[in-house]
């Protein structure tokens, strides 16, 4: 017996928002290990200073992806 397909779209977008957002969440953790690891090797400031603005940058794009989703 086949699986029922919803054929909307709607929960198709809605799901794979959440699956961006997922992924997202993932990257940012995974960042933040590297982050770490930069930081307990004393390695450079310029590099942790980039490295901190991108993890900036994911924290706002994730705010964003999480406002779309409460809007859909």
Known sequence: MSKVVDITGASSKEA???RIIASL???KDTLVDVID???AEDESS???D???EALD???DAND???D???EA
């Open 16 to 18: 794979r928002l959440k």
């Open 25 to 27: 969440e993932e990257i």
């Open 37 to 39: 690891a930069y930081e």
């Open 46 to 48: 310029d590099k942790l």
């Open 50 to 52: 980039l490295l901190t």
């Open 57 to 59: 940058a994911l924290e």
């Open 64 to 66: 964003a992806l999480n």
């Open 68 to 70: 779309a989703s409460d």
